[in-house]
């Protein structure tokens, strides 16, 4: 663990002196210089598909409301992949604030960012995270707790054993996949009665995040709602705004 905070931290430090040698390009095309996290032609793309916000719903196994920026669509898919892949670690604040910019006046007007919640990003295995040097949803969750004025606690949930990439599975591998891959960490009762928010970056079949939540529920612990930029397979969570 301590290997990977230094990698993550090196990563921060490089990152910076390439800010200043280069300026940020483009989370989407990857091509146009920005100030922001996309270019004027990428920003163009992206309206129409997060004009508003979407709730998913009736994901398999998972009954709480999933918050979604828009769907996994250019460029909003390449800012993700860029972030998760490439290392481009300076998108997660952008990301992080565009998905508060939609959702926050509608989680503060319903509630659902009450004094007792608490984030909880969705764990990588120790081994995924020394080779990645960063876990893409930790990032998220502690900028979106910093913008909704809440705490974010990266230690409850952990990994108990290393599984193939989701993304390389079917609907059905993915289930099988995370049997029993998460379980809850020793400091996990100290958020006993706190309404836990799991953080993502992308819902798919929704196996990773069911799986979170049965081991949340397994020691009685309750999951609220979940947070993520985007969704895919939209066919299978019909969705709609809260």
Not at 152 to 166: F, G, M, S, Y
Request: with cysteine; net charge positive; proline share 8%.
């Amino acid at each position: 663990m301590a290997f990977a905070r230094f990698a993550h931290a090196l990563r921060v430090v490089s990152g910076s002196l390439l800010d200043v040698l280069a300026p940020p390009r483009c989370g989407g095309c990857a091509r146009g210089a920005v100030a922001g996290i996309f270019c004027a032609e990428c920003v163009a793309e992206a309206s129409p598909a997060l004009a508003r916000p979407v709730r998913v719903g009736r994901v398999p196994a998972l009954p709480v409301p999933v918050l979604a920026l828009g769907p996994f669509a250019p460029p909003l898919s390449l800012a993700i992949k860029q972030l998760k892949y490439v290392g481009r670690t300076d998108l997660a604040v952008p990301l992080a604030d565009l998905w508060w910019q939609r959702w926050g006046p509608i989680v503060t007007a319903t509630r659902l960012s009450p004094a007792g919640i608490v984030l909880v990003p969705v764990p990588l295995h120790p081994r995924r995270l020394i080779e990645r040097g960063f876990n893409q949803s930790g990032l998220l969750a502690t900028r979106l707790a910093r913008l909704a004025g809440v705490p974010v606690r990266h230690d409850v949930l952990e990994r108990a054993h290393a599984t193939e990439r989701q993304a390389l599975l079917s609907a059905d591998a993915r289930a099988h996949n995370l049997d029993q891959a998460f379980q809850l960490s020793r400091l996990a009762e100290s958020t006993r009665g706190a309404e836990l928010v799991l953080v993502d970056d992308v819902v798919t079949t929704g196996a990773t995040l069911a799986a979170c939540h049965a081991a949340c529920q397994a020691r009685g612990l309750a999951i609220s709602a979940v947070w993520t930029l985007a969704h895919t397979e939209r066919e299978r969570f019909p969705a709609s705004t809260p």
